[in-house]
């Protein structure tokens, strides 16, 4: 069962436009809600997270937009650069799981920002 | 020098061969974390280590086998592996486990191909 659904599987997105990555999510007790960027070569890296008491929350050209009622969360990327061409993963976790509080990730999709 | 550093980067071994995955990691974490990559699929969590503990064994196959022997250092012991087990294996790190909201840093991983 996979309680972290991506879309789109792949992006390619022209340089300067926005790149949009969705999640979707199961399980109502989430409630910590990170993206993980992983280039070529390199592990995943916290790139932007966001707790649900907010609805949006943007970190330079990075915005995480959050619909608690549809569950589902999103990444943009503004002006997008050829440099943010990478894995992008979505992942979630719940505080009320306590000691077994772990993330768990998306299948990641790919970017590719064409010059 | 990177956070969480993994050796070796790159190993292939046969199906009868036994060889290990070394990790460590320079941020003064108390948990510690094996995670398996595979193309198209989501980040599996195989081991969590919490001050030195297993807390979490993810339904692996015995012929891997984890070593914490303290807080900085974490080992993945590989034998009568299968071709399917190649993938990318990633070593994270957390200031500890169990808590919803902690940033996981990961290693570069270790390419591992069973052939």
């Known amino acids: 069962q996979q309680q972290v659904k991506q879309s789109p599987q792949s992006l390619i997105v022209q340089k300067g436009g926005i790149s949009i990555i969705n999640c979707a999510y199961e399980?109502?007790?989430?409630?910590?809600f990170p993206w993980y960027q992983q280039f070529p070569g390199k592990g995943p890296a916290l790139l932007i997270a966001?707790?649900?008491?907010?609805s949006e929350k943007k970190e330079g050209r990075f915005t995480i937009s959050f619909n608690k009622s549809a569950k589902q969360f999103s990444l943009h990327i503004m002006d997008s650069q050829p440099g943010d061409s990478a894995t992008y993963f979505c992942a979630a976790s719940a505080r009320s799981f306590g000691a077994n509080s772990k993330l768990t990730f998306g299948k990641g999709i790919t970017l590719s920002v064409r010059p | 020098e990177t956070g969480v550093t993994q050796t070796p980067r790159h190993l292939v071994m046969g199906m009868t061969n036994k060889k290990s995955l070394k990790c460590e990691q320079h941020l003064g974490h108390n948990a510690m974390y094996w995670y398996k990559q595979s193309a198209k699929k989501p980040l599996e969590l195989m081991f969590v280590?919490?001050?030195?503990?297993?807390?979490e064994n993810n339904s692996v196959p015995s012929r891997f086998s984890p070593e914490c022997p303290n807080s900085s250092h974490l080992f993945l012991h590989l034998h009568t592996l299968q071709p399917e087990d190649s993938a990318l294996y990633l070593c994270a790190s957390s200031p500890r486990a169990g808590s919803s909201g902690n940033t996981i840093y990961f290693g570069e991983g270790s390419w591992l191909t069973v052939v």
């Open positions: 399980n109502t007790a989430f409630d910590y």
């Open positions: 966001i707790r649900p008491d907010v």
């Open positions: 280590y919490n001050f030195k503990e297993q807390t």
